[in-house]
C-alpha cells in the first residue's frame, strides 16, 4: 500500500498532527491531484476544532478545507473539498469542482488571499442585488476578510465604501487601499455611533465580519441616521468576531426598507459558487488584491496552528 503524509484531526480539542497514511484512490467520475497549498483560515480551524457547520462527524478526519492543486495533466486549479479536507500530499476531487487557476499565479498567495476574499465577493454578487455605483459599509474592516471586502467592493464597481474598525493604523492604511472614508470603533459607543451616522446612514449595503454587541450599536446608529427610509439597505452578516447573537427589535425592521440575511458557504448554490470563484480567482491573480502568505512545512502543522496571524498575513501550510 503506497503511503503519504498528512494532517490528521485525531480531537476536537487538539491540533491537527503530522501523520503517515494511505495514500488515496480515485473511484470513477473522480481523479486524483497533488496538494500545494492549504490555508488555515478561521473557518479552517474552527472545523477542525468541531466548531463549524461543515466540522467533521467522525475522527480522525483531514483537516483543511481549501486547496491549490497540481492536477494530473499539470494544470492548477482551486479546490474546496467540502467535508473531506485538504491538508495532505494527496487528495481525491470531482474534476467539476476544480476552479482553473492561470498559469504564474502563485499557489500560497491563492490559497491565502481566496477565503478572505471570497466571503466579500460572494455576498456582493450573489447574495443582495448590489450594483456598480452603490455604497458599501465595511463592518470590521481591519482583519483580512474585511480589509478584502474593502478591495473586492470597489472592484465591483462601489462608488463609496467605508471601513469601520477598531484598529486606527490599520483602518489608515485602508485609506491608501480602496476605502472613501474611515470609521474607528471605539470602547466610546456615543462617538462611535455618531461617526457610524455620519459616514455611512446612507449605504446600500453593510458587510458585517463583527456582529454582536458592536452590530447592534451600528445597525441603530446607521437606521437611526437614514434620510431615505424606503431606499433599501441590506446588512450582510458574514463574520461573528464580536459575537454569535444580536437582539434587533421590530422597529428597526418596519421603521426603513431593511432586511438581514447571511452569506457563507452553506447559502449559495455550488454551481453558482463554481462560476463566481472562477472570476474571483483570475481577479487574484491578475494582482491587486492579495493576503500575504506566511509558509510553514506540513510537518509543522501543530506550529502552523499556534500562529497568531499578524495583520495582512494567512498562514499557509506549502506541501
Ligand atoms: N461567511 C464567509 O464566507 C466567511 C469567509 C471568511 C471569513 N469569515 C469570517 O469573517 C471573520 C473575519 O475573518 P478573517 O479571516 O478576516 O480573520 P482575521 O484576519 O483574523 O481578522 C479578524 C479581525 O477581526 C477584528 N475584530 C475582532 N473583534 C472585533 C470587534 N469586537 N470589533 C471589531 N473588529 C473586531 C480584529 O481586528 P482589530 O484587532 O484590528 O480590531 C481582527 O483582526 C471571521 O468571523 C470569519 O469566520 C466568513
Known sequence: MSMMNAALVESFDEPPHFRSIPAPEAAPGQEVVDVLAVGVHRATKGIAAGKHYTSPKELPALAGADAVVRRADGSLAFVMPMGAGSLAERIVIDPATAIPVPDGADPAVLVATMNPALSSWAALRTRVPFRAGQSVLVHGATGNAGSMAVKVAKHLGAERVIAAGRNRTRLDELTTEGADDIVQLTPDQDATATALAKAAAEVDVALDYVWGPPTELAMRA??????????????????????????????????NAFR????????VAMDVMQREFTELVAAIAAGGMSVRPRPFPLDQVEAAWAHQDAPGERTVILL
Not at 424606503?230 to 421603521?255: C, K, N, Y
Not at 438581514?260 to 447559502?267: F, H, N, P, Q, T
Open 260 to 267: 438581514v440575511l447571511g452569506s457563507g458557504i452553506g447559502a
Open 222 to 255: 446607521v437606521l437611526e441616521a437614514r434620510t431615505q427610509h424606503t431606499r433599501l439597505l441590506d446588512w450582510v452578516q458574514i463574520g461573528g468576531m464580536g459575537g454569535d447573537t444580536i437582539t434587533l427589535s421590530g422597529h428597526a425592521m418596519r421603521s
